[in-house]
């Protein structure tokens, strides 16, 4: 394998002159950059990137922890940061916690022990266990999806208790009455705990009724689908369902269907996050839509001025929402 001094002797110059080439520093003529790159394509060297990485004192690695991956606001949000990464020469390490909160801990940890420059933490939960680890990473974090704010750690978050309060009076002016609500973890305190706060305060500020109920799952359409056959027996008058995403929410529209009642008729459903499953189901599902891309984006911004800068005037970023209408409400 070619070496540097085998680019110098090539090119006539020294080995110090092809460092500061290969290293784009100021300082070489035009023509001296023309005749080491010229060398460097001949003799086919590559530059030792670990080594650079070891003097420079920096990897380049980002690294970016997500609860799934078959996620719809996953896959978006991933295109999203990793377009912006990609932009500022650094490279993504992905790791999958499969929703275990444990793992979220383990892999910032080793995160640190892989020297990334910085995480992005797509967070299933915040729990001091969380939080701690957090403050004791060498790296800089950035929540997404949680609010660690008031823990002084940077956060982009989705306005989950107003999409909550929309989906409450939207239920309501479709003429429901009986409105029940599918969430997930009481540890996801976005997804399951602010959304059916919202969805309450809506009904208790206009009608002053609560709602009939709070279930809680998993987020698929199979969970979806099971809790809503016993919900429909337990609760026969169920006329509007809120559920906290999409999947759940296509999975109680099958339950509906074969109880015999009409999804988007007899009972109103909505979901969160606008996933293309919703646009081909039947009904079409009406839900919220987040711009899952564009919070990658901004996260990976976020951190990459924390790299750069080591602070950040900005706490908390919310991210806002758009209401998609379709037949199910």
């Given at each position: 394998?070619?070496?540097?001094?085998?680019?110098a002797?090539?090119?006539?110059?020294?080995?110090s002159?092809?460092?500061?080439?290969?290293?784009?520093?100021?300082?070489?003529?035009?023509?001296?950059?023309e005749k080491?790159q010229?060398?460097?394509d001949?003799?086919?060297?590559?530059?030792?990137?670990?080594?650079r990485?070891?003097?420079?004192?920096?990897?380049n690695?980002?690294?970016?922890i997500?609860?799934?991956?078959?996620?719809?606001?996953?896959?978006?949000?991933?295109?999203?940061?990793s377009?912006?990464i990609?932009q500022?020469?650094?490279?993504?390490?992905?790791?999958?916690?499969?929703?275990?909160?444990?793992?979220e801990?383990?892999?910032?940890?080793?995160?640190?022990?892989?020297?990334?420059?910085?995480?992005?933490l797509?967070?299933?939960?915040?729990?001091?266990?969380?939080?701690?680890?957090?403050?004791q990473s060498?790296?800089?974090?950035?929540?997404?999806g949680?609010?660690g704010?008031?823990?002084?750690i940077?956060?982009i978050?989705?306005?989950?208790?107003s999409v909550?309060?929309?989906?409450?009076q939207?239920?309501?002016a479709?003429g429901a009455s009986?409105?029940?609500f599918?969430?997930v973890?009481?540890?996801?305190?976005?997804?399951?705990?602010?959304?059916?706060q919202?969805?309450t305060?809506?009904?208790?500020?206009?009608?002053?009724?609560?709602?009939?109920?709070?279930?809680?799952g998993?987020?698929?359409?199979?969970?979806g689908?099971?809790?809503?056959?016993?919900?429909?027996?337990?609760?026969?008058q169920?006329?509007g369902?809120?559920?906290?995403?999409?999947r759940?929410?296509?999975?109680?529209?099958?339950?509906?269907s074969?109880?015999?009642?009409?999804p988007?008729?007899?009972?109103?459903?909505?979901?969160?996050?606008?996933?293309?499953?919703?646009?081909?189901?039947?009904?079409?599902?009406?839900?919220?839509?987040?711009?899952?891309?564009l919070?990658?984006?901004?996260?990976?911004?976020?951190?990459?001025?924390?790299?750069?800068?080591?602070h950040?005037?900005?706490?908390?970023?919310?991210?806002?929402?758009?209401?998609i209408?379709?037949?199910?409400?």
């Amino acid at each position: 394998m070619a070496g540097l001094h085998d680019v110098a002797k090539l090119s006539g110059v020294s080995k110090s002159t092809v460092s500061r080439v290969i290293n784009n520093e100021s300082g070489v003529k035009a023509s001296t950059k023309e005749k080491v790159q010229k060398a460097i394509d001949e003799c086919g060297y590559v530059a030792n990137q670990v080594a650079r990485d070891l003097q420079s004192q920096k990897t380049n690695l980002i690294g970016v922890i997500v609860p799934r991956m078959y996620s719809n606001a996953t896959a978006k949000g991933l295109d999203g940061l990793s377009s912006i990464i990609d932009q500022a020469g650094k490279y993504v390490l992905l790791a999958n916690s499969q929703q275990n909160n444990e793992e979220e801990i383990a892999y910032i940890k080793r995160f640190n022990q892989k020297r990334v420059e910085g995480i992005l933490l797509y967070a299933t939960h915040l729990d001091s266990a969380l939080v701690d680890a957090i403050k004791q990473s060498n790296a800089p974090v950035v929540l997404i999806g949680q609010d660690g704010s008031l823990f002084n750690i940077p956060s982009i978050i989705y306005d989950d208790l107003s999409v909550g309060f929309s989906a409450g009076q939207k239920l309501l002016a479709a003429g429901a009455s009986n409105i029940g609500f599918i969430g997930v973890n009481s540890q996801d305190i976005a997804v399951d705990q602010c959304r059916f706060q919202g969805l309450t305060q809506a009904l208790q500020h206009t009608r002053q009724i609560a709602p009939l109920f709070h279930s809680r799952g998993e987020f698929s359409i199979e969970s979806g689908y099971q809790q809503t056959k016993q919900l429909l027996i337990d609760w026969p008058q169920l006329d509007g369902l809120f559920c906290a995403t999409d999947r759940i929410a296509i999975g109680a529209m099958k339950a509906i269907s074969e109880s015999g009642k009409v999804p988007g008729k007899d009972i109103k459903v909505l979901g969160v996050g606008n996933d293309e499953l919703g646009q081909v189901c039947t009904p079409g599902l009406s839900t919220f839509s987040y711009s899952f891309d564009l919070t990658g984006k901004k996260s990976a911004v976020l951190l990459l001025d924390l790299i750069e800068n080591k602070h950040s005037t900005v706490s908390k970023l919310v991210m806002s929402f758009d209401i998609i209408n379709r037949e199910s409400c």
